[in-house]
């Protein structure tokens, strides 16, 4: 059974950073790529990133490239989300996500998600 | 980028109703289209890719059609499990957006 845990979110100031992490189990971790989807209170989902299974290929929305960092720990079965320059729009719950296959684009969807872990960027 | 707007964004329904969804693409993504359900304070749920292939352990009474910039997401008989919010992404070419969703309740 694939499961996705996500840990690291928080409260946290604006302008500030916080790093995420998704420890993946239950399936071949280093032949999928990754994603991470979220979801602000009330909102739509949003995606935010994507890396490959390898990790040689990285992908970001508009709204967090810059500020966002994603990794991958293929000998640890993890998935990261650096964060930066934090900002009340970033409030969200952030989904960590597999995908459907190794590559990033194109790609075929998301097929299984984490429980989500809650961003809030507030002073 | 490319924009993702869905059709309606809310719906009334009955079980036992067929319900259609539409989703557009402000350029063509071949079939690189999926669709998801979201059930209130859930993980969303992976119910079609590829525009028409049905993701593995859902109900037959879900199907996808379509390609290039128009799809569709239809219930062929909805049942109370059904009532939620429905999603559709794009994964054509990244950033891999999403529509704005279509809240499916009860009539």
């Known amino acids: 059974e694939v499961q996705l845990v996500e840990s690291g979110g928080g409260l946290v100031q604006p302008g500030g950073s916080l790093r995420l992490s998704c420890a993946a189990s239950g399936f071949a971790f280093n032949n999928y790529a990754m994603n991470w989807v979220r979801q602000a209170p009330g909102k739509g989902l949003e995606w935010v990133s994507i890396i490959s299974d390898s990790g040689d290929s990285t992908y970001y929305a508009d709204s967090v490239k810059g500020r966002f960092t994603i990794s991958r720990d293929n000998s640890k079965n993890t998935l990261y989300l650096q964060m930066n320059s934090l900002r009340a729009e970033d409030t969200a719950v952030y989904y960590c996500?597999?995908?459907?296959?190794?590559?990033?684009?194109?790609?075929?969807?998301?097929?299984?998600w984490g429980q989500g872990t809650l961003v809030t960027v507030s002073s | 980028d490319i924009q993702m707007t869905q059709s309606p964004s809310s719906l009334s329904a009955s079980v036992g109703d067929r319900v259609t969804i539409t989703c557009r693409a402000s350029?063509?993504?071949?079939?690189?289209l999926n669709w998801y359900q979201q059930k209130p304070g859930k993980a969303p749920k992976l119910l079609i890719y590829?525009?028409?292939s049905l993701q593995s352990g859902v109900p037959s009474r879900f199907s996808g059609s379509g390609s290039g910039t128009d799809f569709t997401l239809t219930i062929s008989s909805l049942q109370p499990e059904d009532f939620a919010t429905y999603y559709c992404?794009?994964?054509?070419?990244?950033?891999?957006?999403f529509g704005p969703g279509t809240k499916v309740d009860i009539k």
């Open positions: 350029q063509s993504i071949s079939s690189y």
């Open positions: 996500a597999k995908g459907l296959v190794g590559a990033t684009t194109p790609s075929f969807g998301i097929d299984s």
């Open positions: 992404q794009q994964t054509y070419s990244a950033p891999f957006t």
């Open positions: 590829a525009a028409s």
